[in-house]
């Protein structure tokens, strides 16, 4: 996994409330065994008509929204587990999902796959959203910040302290057991020998 520390950039917004992890990656496109290509059909049904077509009113198809940041309404990534909406999230681009709420097990994947979900207050997302479409946001993770840069607004957001680790350093699990493996040894040598 890619290291995340601070993040800088503009943001997408999806004021939707409620999107599913079915909205997210349709299951029909879940037949791939590796990460690589699922962030082409990222909100699939709500980009593209039947006929393939890009849908103009959906915002990922407007030019002027870009970033690594989607902004998000409440309860995102609700639904069926499905761990490839994280790989979508990821392989389309966003390295930071923004909401005032995630379902657990999206935002469990997420972070298993170097996503960071920020969770913040309603008001303060509301405050996100009214920004226009060149505004950018600052997101801390050492610090667990993150800024309306035009602003300077700015308000915290709780991670678990294992997770931080391994964002930070850009660990999975197994990175992560690899790292202590010299506090492993040391303590099963005083415990087992």
Known sequence: MQAFTLLTSRFVPLSMENVDTDQIIPARFLKATTKAGFGQNLFRDWRYDGAGNPKPEFVLNHPEYQGEILVAGKNFGCGSSREHAAWAILDYGFRVVVSSFFADIFKNNALNNGVLPVQISEPFLQKIFEQGNQATLTVDL?????????????????????KKTCLLNGYDDIDYLLSIKEDIAAFENQHFY
């Open 142 to 162: 050492a610090n667990q910040t993150i800024t309306i840069d035009a602003t300077g607004e700015q308000e915290r957001f709780d991670i678990n302290n294992y």
